[in-house]
């Protein structure tokens, strides 16, 4: 017989008095297992949250974030897509003049000149860059030490254009360093004779290789000073019709300094 009184009785019967309280107030009390269940739902948004904010911050990275009001710090190079429109004043030289003047010998000189200059370079990359610039020239060659003294030849008004492929290194600090090769052309629109010994004379368009070093030097924002020197090399050409014949070649050297702006 077991006696009802006994210590194991007694634990067992507490324990089933416990389950029994507890199942009675979860259903007289709803809500308490309602507030549980919404507890739990708010950690794991809480975690949640956690672990979007960090994937965001790994997304984005360091370089691509700043504080709230604080500008990006303005690149000091360039990138593709980039446009680099320069202004600039510039000498003109001939070099390596050599001619041949029938009759009266001599030969034919550029006088050197100062001129406004402008072009515009576009970038492919980082550091491949395609420059153009055209516009229209006026010039006034002499043929000097000839037989009967120097000879004022006239005016030339000319449309030149040149195209120019350039590799711009890449550099860290403020100094950009470039060179270029392309082709250079002249048009001649308009001869004005000087008069006297030369009553007309006609010029023949031409092309030329061109070969260019220089470089831009950051100012801030977008603004850039330039240096450039330019390299023209001319075949040989004639000047007709000015009571006689002659043949020129002669190169060129043009040397600029100016303003940039990238856009």
């Known amino acids: ?20 309280a507890v199942s009675w107030r979860s259903r007289l009390h709803p809500e308490g297992r309602q507030g549980a269940a919404w507890g739990v739902a708010i950690r794991h948004l809480g975690l949640a949250g956690i672990v979007l904010a960090m994937g ?16 990006l710090p303005t690149r000091s190079g360039f990138a593709a897509g980039d446009i680099l429109v320069r202004g600039r004043v510039i000498g003109m030289f001939a070099v390596d003049e050599r001619s041949r003047i029938d009759l009266i010998e001599g030969t034919v000189r550029l006088p050197a000149m100062i001129l ?3 072009d515009v370079t576009y970038f492919l990359t980082g550091n491949l860059a395609v420059a153009g610039q055209a516009g229209i020239s006026r010039t006034k060659p002499v043929i000097k030490g000839s037989l009967v003294g120097d000879i004022p030849i006239g005016a030339i008004r000319s449309f030149g254009a040149s195209a120019v492929i350039q590799y711009h290194a890449f550099s860290d600090g403020p100094f950009k360093p470039y060179i270029g090769v392309g082709l250079s052309l002249s048009v001649p629109l308009r001869t004005d ?3 006297g010994f ?9 092309a030329g290789l061109l070969l260019q070093a220089g470089f831009d030097y950051h100012l801030g924002g977008n603004w850039y000073a330039n240096v450039e020197v330019k390299k023209i090399c001319l075949p040989s050409y004639t000047l007709g019709n000015v009571g006689i014949g002659a043949t020129v070649e002669m190169n060129t050297v043009i040397v600029g300094s100016g303003i940039g702006y990238r856009f």
């Open 1 to 20: 017989m077991t006696r009802t009184g006994s210590p194991r009785a007694e634990a067992i019967d507490g324990r089933h008095r416990s389950i029994s």
């Open 56 to 71: 965001s911050s790994i997304c984005l990275g360091a370089d691509e974030t700043s504080p709230i009001g604080v500008p």
């Open 116 to 118: 406004p200059d402008a």
């Open 193 to 195: 004779p000087a008069g």
């Open 198 to 206: 030369v009553t007309a004379f006609s010029v023949d368009p031409i």
